[in-house]
């Protein structure tokens, strides 16, 4: 013969009591408690430290980063005086030679 398995009734009941307690003890650890005995929600000095690490670290990669582009747009400026201050000069001879009679 073979058992049948019998529906129970209060299988939706002790789900929920199992998912309700597993709730609860999620919220307890997630809660902390200062040393007056009053929950908080502050960092601790490890936690602190460790972000302050991280950003040093990351602002350590970026700087290189950083001065390099400084050094691009020196370049190009530089570059751009170059043109201008040519240009300029160009334009000051083609002048002076319309003035002076030597562009016939």
Do not use: W
């Amino acid at each position: 013969m073979r058992a049948v398995p019998v529906p129970r009734a209060n299988a939706k009941m002790e789900m929920r009591k199992k998912t309700s307690n597993s709730e609860s003890i999620r919220e307890q650890a997630v809660q902390r408690r200062t040393p007056n005995g009053e929950s908080g929600q502050a960092f601790t000095l490890i936690e602190l430290l460790l972000v302050i690490t991280v950003i040093a670290i990351l602002m350590g990669l970026l700087f290189p980063v950083f001065q390099g582009v400084q050094n691009q747009a020196k370049k190009a400026q530089t570059k751009n005086d170059l043109v201008q201050i040519v240009t300029a000069a160009n334009a000051y001879l083609h002048r002076v030679r319309q003035i002076s009679g030597g562009d016939r």
